[in-house]
């Protein structure tokens, strides 16, 4: 039996992952150091899993939100979801041949470099504009599926911050639609990720179910706030997320030298 004290301090995490992740995605980045600190004893699937069994409801109350007062390419997101899970699928088994500390350091740099840059650029993300037009824009954002897609797999933190840099950067779009169509994509590769997780009994419904309630919650304030304070708020927020990537990437590394 859990200590009531612990029951808060999950609720109010995934309740401020819930906001997070809908804003701008990396809810995770919360989540998952929280459930690990609490929880020692946990194999890292079961926190995993019982993560991603409560980020994919928030996800889907955010997704939903973005669709109706926003609007969505659901084609781009479908099929950029696809490519993702393909290259996510194929990144896990990367994984074994190429070491992340080998990886991982070259990809802080890449992280910094990106923040530096999303910070000293003001107008970056403010105007929506995409890049391409019909299939050539499609074949684009599918490219950016499987390129983040294989980090996914393959690394894992901060993926839907990175999706929205990539739709932003390369495909033109604002911090907005980028927001917005990111999480179409985050929901499908969750749900599919889930039913795995389900069948092998990793979730533990006890922290999941509560933490489940709270992310909608926070899925739900936090998309209604990124669309009614617009591309600004996205802004910070995603260099809020960003910086908590630069410091666990950077963790990391740290550790792998020792």
């Known amino acids: 039996m859990l200590d009531w004290w612990i029951y808060v301090i999950i609720c109010f995490g995934a ?3 819930g906001f997070i992740d809908a804003v701008v995605g990396g809810g995770g980045l ?41 609007g969505v390419d659901l084609s781009v997101a479908v099929v950029t979801g696809i490519t993702a899970a393909i290259a996510s ?11 992340p500390e080998v990886f991982k350091p070259l990809l802080l740099i890449v992280i910094i ?41 393959f690394i894992g933190p901060g993926t839907g911050s990175l999706l929205v840099f990539a739709f932003v950067s390369v495909a033109g779009m604002n911090f907005l639609h980028a927001s917005s169509t990111s999480k179409i994509i ?7 990720s889930l039913i795995g997780f389900l069948l092998n009994g990793a979730v533990l419904f006890k922290l ?20 009614l304070k617009g591309n ?27």
């Open 15 to 17: 309740l401020f992952a």
């Open 30 to 70: 919360i989540q998952v150091p929280m459930l690990l600190i609490l929880f020692p004893e946990l194999s890292h699937v079961q926190v995993i899993a019982t993560n991603r069994f409560a980020s994919v409801a928030g996800t889907a109350v955010a997704a939903f939100q973005y669709i109706r007062m926003v």
């Open 89 to 99: 699928f194929s990144g896990t088994f990367v994984m074994e041949l190429i070491k």
């Open 113 to 153: 470099i990106l923040a530096v840059y999303t910070f000293m650029k003001k107008d970056f993300g403010a105007v929506h504009e995409v890049k391409y037009k019909g299939k050539t824009f499609l074949f684009v954002c599918g490219a950016i599926g499987a390129v983040i897609g294989f980090y996914n797999g």
């Open 186 to 192: 985050n929901a499908i590769a969750d749900a599919a």
């Open 208 to 227: 999941a179910l509560p933490m489940m309630a709270c992310n909608m919650l926070g899925g739900y304030i936090g998309s209604k706030a990124a669309i």
């Open 232 to 258: 600004v708020f996205i802004r910070y927020v995603f260099l809020l997320v960003i910086s908590l990537l630069i410091i666990r990437l950077g963790r990391d590394v740290i550790m792998s030298w020792k």
